[in-house]
């Protein structure tokens, strides 16, 4: 159960949270109602099977059911917890549109010949039922050979679930050819300065060992 906040301003808020209240406002069919939520029940709510795209039953002051779902959330800079949310009311008999995270399973391939598997898309947009979003949308990555992509045509979703992102040029993952390290070319006159060092270091070599002389230089007398 959530309480009505008749009091709002940030000085407010700070006060919520120090009493393990999280503050937001449930947009309904009508007027926007302030609201405070305990912190844990938000938390418990949310890491359900539904995750972020859970449908809540929001009771406002042991009044009526309200069934929402998560429309905004903010988070602490630093600490990361949620500081303030925007709830939306839903009919249960009408579709909505979510945001649901797309893993990758399944090992490609192409990685196991020495490929790169890249995941281009991480979240998709669909729409379906409060009850029906799914909690996340899993792409099968095994069969993407080097060079090869995989599109959202390829993906297979659950039954009541409508795919809002383009079918052909919405590209989930990709398998790219590893990148081949080449020596490097020296330039065209560092070369030459390396070839005028030798020589001149094998001129020098030849030279002393012509001039080499053992003991001193010989006197004339008269």
Do not use: C, F, W
């Not at 039953?57 to 929402?68: F, I, L, P, T």
């Amino acid at each position: 159960m959530v309480q009505n906040r008749a009091v709002l301003g940030s000085a407010e808020s700070r006060r919520l949270r120090r009493q393990g209240l999280i503050p937001g406002v449930l947009y309904g069919r009508e007027t926007p109602v302030s609201i405070s939520i305990p912190e844990r029940s938000l938390r418990t709510a949310l890491t359900t099977s539904g995750g972020l795209n859970a449908v809540l039953d929001v009771v406002v002051d042991g009044g009526q059911v309200h069934s929402s779902v998560l429309k905004e959330y903010q988070q602490h800079p630093v600490k990361g917890h949620i500081v303030h949310v925007d709830l939306q009311e839903v009919r249960l008999d009408q579709p909505i549109q979510a945001t649901v995270p797309l893993n990758l399973h399944g090992e490609a391939a192409g990685a196991q010949e020495g490929g790169i598997l890249s995941q281009v898309t991480n979240e998709l947009n669909v729409e379906a039922l409060p009850m029906e979003v799914p909690e996340h949308l899993e792409a099968d990555v095994s069969g993407l050979q080097i060079g090869e992509s995989l599109r959202l045509s390829s993906l297979e979703v659950p039954e009541g679930v409508k795919l809002l992102d383009d079918l052909e040029e919405t590209v989930l993952a990709t398998v790219t050819a590893p990148m081949r390290e080449e020596e490097p070319e020296p330039v065209e006159g560092e070369a030459a300065e390396g070839e005028a060092a030798a020589g001149e270091a094998a001129a020098e070599g030849g030279a002393d060992a012509g001039s080499g002389e053992s003991g001193q230089p010989g006197t004339t007398e008269g």
